[in-house]
């Protein structure tokens, strides 16, 4: 099993950049994948996810309406297309896969954690 980020790089705020999260070793009819970032000094924070049964996406309210996330089960990869990008936004970014289903109480932002994680891809946004 891997997964494996990229499309990262510098942009200037206001810009934009596609991430992707290549997967072998498993379908993505059958796990879910999310997005998470880490800034120096802080935490570790959920981005988005996607749920495998139905396509649901849920997103941290910090990237609603800038950020979407989408996936091609046919080449086994995900996207994290990111526009309106700002300083805030940059960070380490890791996508990880989930066998659970998620649902409204239970995802990425909350109650669900995932249990494979890529090497991560780094986006730095500055002027």
């Known amino acids: 099993v891997q997964l494996q980020a990229s499309g990262g790089g510098l942009v200037h705020p206001g810009g934009s950049l596609r991430l992707s999260c290549a997967t072998t070793?498993?379908?993505?009819?059958?796990?879910?994948i999310g997005w998470w970032r880490q800034a120096p000094g802080r935490q570790r924070e959920a981005v988005s996810c996607l749920s495998y049964r139905d396509g649901k996406k849920y997103y941290a309210d910090s990237v609603k309406g800038r950020f979407i996330m989408s996936r091609d089960k046919d080449k086994n990869t995900a996207y994290l297309q990111m526009d309106s990008l700002k300083p805030e936004d940059s960070g380490m970014y890791y996508c990880?896969?989930?066998?659970?289903?998620?649902?409204?109480?239970?995802?990425?932002?909350?109650?669900?954690?995932?249990?494979?994680w890529g090497q991560g891809t780094q986006v730095t946004v500055s002027s």
């Open positions: 070793g498993f379908s993505l009819d059958y796990y879910a």
């Open positions: 990880a896969r989930t066998g659970y289903y998620l649902t409204p109480s239970s995802n990425c932002l909350g109650g669900r954690t995932f249990e494979d």
